[in-house]
């Protein structure tokens, strides 16, 4: 598994985005997706998962009624549509594929990593 985060960018808020994540490989549609995000001097963190088959979708509650993730397996791309965004929406975004089908927001049930996006939202 390979994949490559992209469509992040400079918005102001209330603007939208949709970063995608692909796989070069082709071989992730049988495992759960998330999205993180990092801001600067800060951990890590969860912000949306699905599950393979896409029936399965999780959110940390900041971006509840904002974000929609979704997927299409035939195009093996995961997609974070991000609406209402906010300055404190910024930091780079990366995608992972999970050990399991699943939809889990835990970042240790995640084994590959893609290279990550920049999404920067001004007041």
């Known amino acids: 598994v390979q994949l490559q985060a992209y469509g992040g960018g400079l918005v102001q808020a209330g603007a939208s985005l949709r970063p995608s994540c692909t796989d070069s490989?082709?071989?992730?549609?049988?495992?759960?997706v998330g999205w993180f995000r990092q801001a600067p001097g800060k951990e890590r963190e969860f912000v949306a998962a699905i599950s393979w088959r896409g029936g399965t979708t999780i959110y940390r509650d900041s971006v509840k009624g904002r974000f929609t993730i979704s997927r299409d397996n035939a195009k093996n791309t995961v997609y974070l549509q991000m609406n209402s965004l906010e300055p404190e929406d910024t930091a780079v975004y990366y995608c992972s594929a999970a050990r399991s089908a699943a939809a889990t927001r835990d970042v240790g049930s995640y084994r590959y990593w893609g290279q990550g996006t920049q999404v920067t939202v001004s007041s």
């Open positions: 490989r082709r071989t992730f549609s049988n495992n759960g």
